[in-house]
């Protein structure tokens, strides 16, 4: 770890003395900034914690979404080594408790799968939202943890086109295409992307002898159209976006884990939405969001053949903006209503209607906002949530935020009606949402060439949803267990010098049981610190603008196991890229990922009958083209 530092440090200081920089890549902003564009949901949340990671895919060489949310604190997305989905996550909460939307629109999936942000290439992101804190009240079921909106890039009034071509290591391949135009006031944005990647890494097994990962491709084909224009006063935005991906399903490695060389997971999956507004009179908007995803899953493995789910999720929010002075009210309706048809979960249905009313106060130096919203779900009773938070503008340059909030996440059709394969399900008429309760508070500094923000937050969850074993080769779910997180979040940018631009976050968490056999202990896959550093400059050479960024990350080991017993190791991951504008409209990116060639396993899980871990590959490269046109 010490030689670790040493070589940052040395990296850092030889970029601060040797080059005239400036510029960024990938950057976090810890306070929001002003977007007007179509898809942001900040202003539903005006005093959470929040962070923007904007990226610039040609000068990162960045093939995956989730390389640019890792950049993000306090989101924990454990590396699974390719094919098999990760599983993201906020302040201690799991996947299940995170909402996951695109443009606003909801993806988390009714029968419980990990939500795979990897389906949406990174050419097509504009920028990722990230907002803490229990908030159910602001954006319904699964906001526990916190909500993450990938934002998906926007249509303007310029005419234009873009290419994107990248390759990497193990077979890793990306073609974007996004073409930009307008009619009269209509704007327009289309984008086709392929990705493919084999993830043949090889990788060492727990007797010392190696293995290639086998079964372990992804191929996905994604179409994005939005559309912007303006009738008779309505402000609208239509978002029309199809993906196919196919992928591998190589198994996990380990005493209890079995490599799969045969199973796929094939999904398709149509998201259309329509977003308008009108300003009815001075201080009075009406917000109309209509959306649909079709998403439909075929899983072949060797034991099961083929099994095929069919979701789809529609869903109408309607919404009033009045403004009266210093006092601002928002009520709102909401309808959800999701359809299942599955050969694992049967038919079933369950409708949502909603209410909720944000208003808001803003009285220099202080801003007050309260939320509050009910649920009210065909199979179960009104549900009531709220949120509040208030910021104080002490001087031009620091804040002082604070929030309060409550979330909830309804059991799922995977704990409702599980499949049963070798063991027989029971299934628990008294199964209970679960719940939370979170406050967070702290200092924000902003500055023209600094910006630092840092909070202390508490999150308690109760009623967790556990599986349980009544009966030999039984099992159900059941209500049964407590957790609580707490931590410190810092987040940091500084502009020491024309064309330098440093960042770094830190998170330092608490996450436990807070019930049941091992209460006080650790929860296990949960990393205590995670530290991102990273450097971005902007030199010029031969006349030519040159990007180039280090970035470091250290991830503190995790326990495998609810014992506390075994931990993996640290990872040190450390990258550096650079891109190179030949031209005014062409750049050519290089990137190392990587560098110390660290495949210590970020997930391993130690039950009774085993361990079971996934491999991960060790240094990669990766090479693009960008053209402009």
Same mark, same amino acid.
């Given at each position: =770890?010490?030689?670790?530092?040493?070589?940052?440090?040395?990296?850092?200081?030889?970029?601060?003395?040797?080059?005239?920089?400036?510029?960024?890549?990938?950057?976090?902003?810890?306070?929001?900034?002003?977007?007007?564009?179509?898809?942001?949901?900040?202003?539903?949340?005006?005093?959470?914690?929040?962070?923007?990671?904007?990226?610039?895919?040609?000068?990162?060489?960045?093939?995956?979404?989730?390389?640019?949310?890792?950049?993000?604190?306090?989101?924990?997305?454990?590396?699974?080594?390719?094919?098999?989905?990760?599983?993201?996550?906020?302040?201690?909460?799991?996947?299940?408790?995170?909402?996951?939307?695109?443009?606003?629109?909801?993806?988390?999936?009714?029968?419980?799968?990990?939500?795979?942000?990897?389906?949406?290439?990174?050419?097509?992101?504009?920028?990722?939202?990230?907002?803490? #804190?229990?908030?159910?009240?602001?954006?319904?079921?699964?906001?526990?943890?916190?909500?993450?909106?990938?934002?998906?890039?926007?249509?303007?009034?310029?005419? #234009?086109?873009?290419?994107?071509?990248?390759?990497?290591?193990?077979?890793?391949?990306?073609?974007?295409?996004?073409? !930009?135009?307008?009619?009269?006031?209509?704007?327009?944005?289309?984008?086709?992307?392929?990705?493919?990647?084999?993830?043949?890494?090889?990788?060492?097994?727990?007797?010392?002898?190696?293995? *290639?990962?086998?079964?372990?491709?992804?191929?996905?084909?994604?179409?994005?159209?939005?559309?912007?224009?303006?009738?008779?006063?309505?402000?609208?935005? /239509?978002?029309?976006?199809?993906? &196919?991906?196919?992928?591998?399903?190589?198994?996990?490695?380990?005493?209890?884990?079995?490599?799969?060389?045969?199973?796929?997971?094939?999904?398709?999956?149509?998201?259309?939405?329509? /977003?308008?507004?009108?300003?009815?009179?001075?201080?009075?908007?009406? !917000?109309?969001?209509?959306?649909?995803?079709?998403?439909?899953?075929?899983?072949?493995?060797?034991?099961?053949?083929?099994s095929w789910t069919r979701l789809i999720d529609d869903n109408l929010e309607v919404g009033l903006e009045m403004d009266a002075g210093i006092f601002k009210i928002c009520p709102g309706f909401y309808y959800l209503l999701q359809r299942i048809?599955?050969?694992? @979960?049967?038919?079933?249905?369950?409708?949502?209607?909603?209410?909720?009313?944000?208003?808001?106060?803003?009285?220099?130096?202080?801003?007050?906002?309260?939320?509050?919203?009910?649920?009210?779900?065909?199979?179960?009773?009104?549900?009531?949530?709220?949120?509040?938070?208030?910021?104080?503008?002490?001087?031009?340059?620091?804040?002082? *935020?604070?929030?309060?909030?409550?979330?909830?996440?309804?059991?799922?059709?995977?704990?409702?009606?599980?499949?049963?394969?070798?063991?027989?399900?029971?299934?628990?008429? &008294?199964?209970?949402?679960?719940?939370?309760?979170?406050?967070?508070?702290?200092?924000?500094?902003?500055?023209?060439?600094?910006?630092?923000?840092?909070?202390?937050?508490?999150?308690?969850?109760?009623?967790?949803?556990? =599986?349980?074993?009544?009966?030999?080769?039984?099992?159900?779910?059941?209500?049964?267990?407590?957790?609580?997180?707490?931590?410190?979040?810092?987040?940091?940018?500084?502009?020491?010098?024309?064309?330098?631009?440093?960042?770094?976050? @830190?998170?330092?968490?608490?996450?436990? @049981?807070?019930?049941?056999?091992?209460?006080?202990?650790?929860?296990?896959?949960?990393?205590?610190?995670?530290?991102?550093?990273?450097?971005?400059?902007?030199?010029?050479?031969?006349?030519?603008? /040159?990007?180039?960024?280090?970035?470091?990350?250290?991830?503190?080991?995790? @326990?495998?196991?609810?014992?506390?017993?075994?931990?993996?190791?640290?990872?040190?991951?450390?990258?550096?890229?650079?891109?190179?504008? =030949?031209?005014?409209?062409?750049?050519?990116?290089?990137?190392?990922?990587?560098?110390?060639?660290?495949?210590?396993?970020?997930?391993?899980?130690?039950?009774?009958?085993? !361990?079971?871990?996934?491999?991960?590959?060790?240094?990669?490269?990766?090479?693009?083209?960008?053209? &402009?046109?």
């Amino acid at each position: =770890m010490k030689n670790v530092i040493l070589t940052i440090c040395f990296l850092l200081t030889f970029v601060f003395f040797a080059f005239p920089l400036y510029s960024g890549t990938i950057y976090v902003i810890a306070t929001p900034i002003d977007d007007d564009g179509y898809g942001t949901v900040l202003e539903k949340a005006t005093t959470s914690f929040s962070e923007i990671v904007q990226t610039d895919t040609y000068s990162s060489g960045l093939v995956r979404t989730t390389e640019a949310l890792k950049r993000a604190s306090s989101v924990e997305l454990p590396d699974y080594g390719g094919a098999v989905a990760s599983p993201v996550s906020l302040r201690g909460s799991n996947f299940q408790q995170t909402l996951i939307l695109l443009d606003g629109m909801r993806l988390n999936s009714a029968v419980g799968d990990i939500t795979d942000v990897t389906v949406f290439p990174i050419s097509t992101v504009h920028q990722i939202e990230v907002i803490k #804190g229990s908030n159910s009240a602001s954006f319904g079921p699964c906001a526990m943890g916190g909500v993450i909106n990938i934002v998906t890039k926007r249509p303007g009034y310029e005419n #234009g086109v873009d290419f994107t071509s990248a390759y990497g290591s193990y077979g890793s391949s990306l073609y974007s295409a996004t073409v !930009n135009t307008s009619v009269q006031d209509c704007g327009l944005m289309a984008s086709l992307s392929k990705l493919h990647e084999d993830n043949d890494f090889y990788y060492e097994k727990d007797d010392g002898t190696s293995a *290639k990962r086998e079964n372990n491709k992804v191929d996905n084909v994604s179409g994005l159209t939005k559309i912007w224009f303006d009738y008779a006063g309505w402000d609208t935005s /239509v978002l029309l976006n199809h993906f &196919e991906q196919t992928k591998g399903s190589p198994g996990s490695e380990g005493s209890a884990g079995w490599i799969t060389l045969n199973d796929e997971v094939h999904q398709t999956q149509q998201m259309y939405q329509l /977003v308008t507004s009108k300003t009815i009179q001075d201080e009075l908007v009406l !917000n109309i969001r209509s959306a649909r995803n079709h998403n439909r899953l075929r899983t072949s493995t060797e034991y099961g053949g083929d099994s095929w789910t069919r979701l789809i999720d529609d869903n109408l929010e309607v919404g009033l903006e009045m403004d009266a002075g210093i006092f601002k009210i928002c009520p709102g309706f909401y309808y959800l209503l999701q359809r299942i048809n599955s050969d694992d @979960y049967g038919i079933h249905s369950q409708k949502t209607i909603s209410g909720t009313c944000n208003t808001a106060l803003a009285y220099e130096p202080i801003y007050l906002s309260f939320t509050a919203r009910f649920d009210k779900s065909s199979d179960s009773s009104t549900k009531w949530t709220y949120q509040t938070g208030a910021v104080w503008d002490i001087n031009d340059w620091l804040k002082l *935020k604070t929030n309060v909030g409550t979330g909830y996440r309804e059991p799922t059709a995977g704990e409702l009606y599980a499949p049963s394969t070798w063991y027989t399900f029971v299934p628990n008429a &008294e199964l209970e949402p679960e719940r939370s309760f979170s406050w967070d508070i702290g200092p924000s500094v902003n500055m023209e060439r600094f910006s630092l923000t840092a909070s202390y937050f508490v999150t308690e969850y109760s009623d967790m949803i556990k =599986m349980e074993y009544p009966a030999p080769y039984q099992f159900t779910y059941s209500n049964v267990s407590k957790t609580h997180a707490s931590g410190i979040e810092t987040n940091l940018w500084i502009v020491p010098k024309e064309r330098v631009t440093l960042s770094a976050n @830190y998170i330092y968490s608490n996450l436990r @049981y807070a019930s049941g056999p091992y209460e006080s202990k650790r929860l296990k896959q949960r990393p205590r610190q995670v530290a991102n550093i990273q450097a971005d400059f902007n030199p010029k050479l031969l006349k030519k603008d /040159v990007n180039f960024f280090v970035s470091y990350q250290f991830r503190q080991g995790v @326990y495998a196991d609810d014992e506390n017993t075994e931990k993996t190791g640290n990872r040190n991951i450390m990258n550096a890229g650079i891109s190179l504008h =030949m031209f005014d409209d062409v750049a050519l990116s290089f990137q190392v990922k990587n560098i110390f060639d660290d495949t210590s396993p970020e997930f391993e899980d130690k039950i009774t009958w085993g !361990n079971f871990w996934y491999p991960l590959p060790g240094r990669t490269y990766n090479i693009a083209l960008h053209l &402009e046109f």
